[in-house]
């Protein structure tokens, strides 16, 4: 039984640093191909993170929910949804911008309650209810209005442009003057979220219960946990960093329209997946779905870079890569499942 | 025990009818209430022309969408989210030949027959990969189908070259429109075919058994003797089949390929039929015929819809609540829930007249 522990544990950190090694081999070969244009400037990586801070939010939510066995594809609406209310909020009500960011964080808990209870229990299959979630949220954003919103809200631009400079690491422009590499706020709070997430998967009892939940329903109600609350708290999670994930996405693009985030559920998905998540439950990490988020972010950066090819590319290189890593998985967990029976 | 189980299994299979054309007749009741002459039917220009027949005629691609959900749903507990995309990959596959690559054309550049052989060829194509996937390698079937979800519409992209390709020749249309001197929508008689290919093979061969039996236990069934694998399999390549025929179908209507909106949040609408013709989403036996009453009962709600004034992308929220009711009262939880109230109201009417 400890043998069994010893080698799975093994393979999920196998999974994890498949996924480590390839992101730095694509950054190093992006550094090489593209060193003329600059990949290699300290703030192409920072600007990953600043394009991805959403993402790695909400991959986090996704994440948990993944362990316990589920899954929510309604996230990418979600934040199409988030982005629509922030705008009209602030733009067309004349709500100021710390009260809309409420309610919308709000919004997400009552998204995720609402999703939460029918999956858990009601007992339907999660990929139903959070599918008719997308096309809820997104069918709402539309309602809401079908025009695109500028955000011009000035406390909104001002969080949204609050630039935090590092003293190192800068580069010296064309004039002559130097210029310090910048993150915005949303890494900071992207970065505070992971972490907190991180801690509380892998120290808190409350934590722990998504794995055993997600590992074996039968042990887990043997060991008295309450499975129904916490695949329920699962889907309350995943709404509310969604919420987060949608402001965060919102301080990036100051704008609401309906085809925003399009796919994101898809690059959640996959960050997850690709960081080792596994799509049956019960194993998962964030630090992975974090490294998930950078190799997405450097394919989409890879591609974009030299501005040739169509961004349709990137669609196709992510479902490429999540179909590689599934079927990775997929194979990993017959040998494991042979194993066992040996 | 066992006549308990069959008057169940009664009652199951009279409510499964029973819904999807309760649901038919509400929508269309409200549509005969908002606008009276909603069943008039003329011939203008030398084909039928009314609500009803428009209903009809729209609703095909979906009756053939829902037939391969059926099968797939049956066999695998899973839904195909991939068939919106599929029949995108599709219409710009067929349209590509057709076209010789070019943007616009008058003339085919490629026989017609089989360039739609060659797109359906594609469709089944899609079908084998997350028949592999699922089958296969024992994938969830929604995050399998998720990857053509998302690719799909962007290789349909890459085929038209992110133009819209049109071609502009009376035969491509007679799919999708009207056949010279026959007032009936040659797509109603595409999806009347289809159905009753599919349910002859279904019934007259043992394939609908082997599909239901799979649905309802994989590993029995292994036991017994089929192979489960393959039947699975099987099952997707006909949904990827008949997605690539409803892709044609959507492509001849505007004899064109527009890989942004061909099959648009119709994998939503394909779930919903079968969950409204009463099929359960956890598999086992299943009813063609209640799909396809889902799927006119859909069409005729996406109409009245659109003649309320709701726009197509708000569309979605509507469809979205209706699902989720219809599979929250299709949940086994639920039912019990109800029955534990039932109970509850009983005693308690019991205990009024006990103490009366």
Same mark, same amino acid.
């Given at each position: 039984m400890n043998l069994l522990g010893k080698k799975k544990l093994n393979q999920n950190s196998f999974l994890l640093i498949v996924t480590i090694i390839l992101f730095f081999a694509m950054y190093i070969f992006g550094c090489i191909v593209f060193r003329d244009l600059n990949f290699g400037r300290f703030q192409v990586f920072l600007n990953l993170m600043i394009n991805n801070a959403a993402l790695i939010v909400i991959a986090c939510g996704m994440t948990i929910v993944m362990i316990t066995g589920g899954i929510d594809i309604s996230v990418g609406s979600f934040v199409a949804l988030s982005c629509m209310m922030l705008a009209n909020m602030m733009e067309n009500q004349g709500v100021g911008a710390v009260q809309a960011v409420l309610i919308v964080l709000v919004t997400g808990v009552v998204f995720g309650i609402v999703q939460g209870f029918l999956v858990a229990y009601l007992n339907i299959q999660p990929f139903i209810v959070t599918l008719a979630g997308m096309f809820f949220a997104r069918g709402m954003t539309a309602i809401i209005s079908r025009d695109m919103i500028a955000i011009k809200n000035e406390l909104f631009t001002s969080w949204a442009q609050f630039r935090i400079r590092f003293p190192f690491g800068g580069y010296v422009n064309r004039r002559g003057k130097v210029i310090d590499p910048y993150i915005y706020p949303t890494v900071v709070i992207a970065l505070v979220i992971l972490v907190i997430t991180f801690i509380i998967l892998r120290y808190s009892r409350f934590g722990r219960r998504f794995y055993a939940v997600g590992g074996s329903e039968q042990s887990s109600l043997l060991m008295g946990i309450n499975i129904r609350r916490t695949r329920f708290i699962a889907y309350v999670i995943s709404g509310f960093y969604c919420a987060i994930g949608g402001i965060l996405f919102c301080l990036n693009t100051c704008s609401g329209f309906v085809e925003q985030a399009k796919g994101f559920e898809m690059d959640a998905i996959a960050s997850a997946v690709i960081g080792g998540? +596994? +799509?049956?439950?019960?194993v998962g990490n964030v630090i992975g779905s974090f490294f998930g988020v950078l190799i997405k972010g450097t394919i989409e950066t890879l591609i974009n870079f030299p501005g040739v090819l169509s961004s349709w590319w990137v669609r196709i290189a992510i479902a490429a890569l999540l179909a590689f890593f599934i079927i990775l998985q997929s194979v990993l967990g017959s040998k494991k499942e042979k194993g066992a029976r040996a | 025990m066992n006549g308990d189980l069959k008057s169940r299994l009664g009652k199951i299979v009279h409510y499964k009818l029973f819904l999807p054309l309760f649901c038919l007749f509400l929508v269309l009741m409200v549509n005969v209430i908002t606008t009276p002459d909603f069943f008039h039917v003329e011939i203008r220009n030398g084909v039928l022309y009314g609500r009803p027949v428009d209903i009809i005629n729209r609703a095909s691609e979906l009756v053939i969408l829902a037939v391969g959900m059926t099968l797939v749903v049956a066999a695998?507990?899973?839904?195909?989210?991939s068939v919106g995309a599929v029949m995108a990959v599709t219409a710009a596959v067929t349209t590509f030949f057709l076209s010789g690559g070019e943007i616009s054309v008058n003339e085919y550049q490629f026989p017609l027959f089989p360039a739609i052989l060659l797109g359906i060829g594609a469709g089944a194509l899609c079908g084998a990969w997350n028949g592999f996937l699922v089958a296969k390698m024992r994938i969830q079937p929604m995050v399998a189908t998720l990857i053509l979800y998302t690719a799909g519409r962007g290789i349909a992209q890459l085929i038209t070259k992110g133009q819209i390709t049109y071609i502009r020749v009376d035969s491509y249309q007679y799919i999708g429109n009207f056949l010279p001197g026959v007032p009936i929508p040659t797509p109603v008689f595409i999806s009347i075919a289809v159905v009753i290919l599919v349910q002859l093979f279904v019934k007259k061969t043992a394939f609908g058994l082997f599909v239901e039996s799979v649905g309802v236990n994989k590993e029995a069934s292994k036991h017994v003797g089929l192979k489960s694998v393959m039947i699975i399999f099987a099952t997707y390549v006909f949904c990827g089949v008949l997605s690539g025929i409803a892709g044609i179908v959507a492509s001849s209507r505007i004899y064109s390929a527009d890989a942004n909106n061909i099959g648009l949040n119709l994998e939503l609408d394909a779930i919903l039929a079968v969950a409204l013709g009463g099929n359960s989403l956890g598999g086992g036996r299943f009813s063609i015929l209640g799909s396809i009453i889902g799927a006119y009962t859909i069409q005729a709600l996406t109409t009245t819809l659109y003649a309320i004034g709701v726009s197509a992308d708000q569309i979605p929220v509507y469809k979205a609540i209706v699902v989720v009711i219809i599979v929250s009262l299709q949940s086994p939880e639920f039912q019990r829930y109800v029955r534990k109230f039932r109970k509850k109201l009983e005693a308690k009417k019991a205990i009024g007249e006990v103490t009366a």
């Open positions: 998540t +596994l +799509l049956t439950g019960g | 695998s507990a899973g839904t195909d989210i």
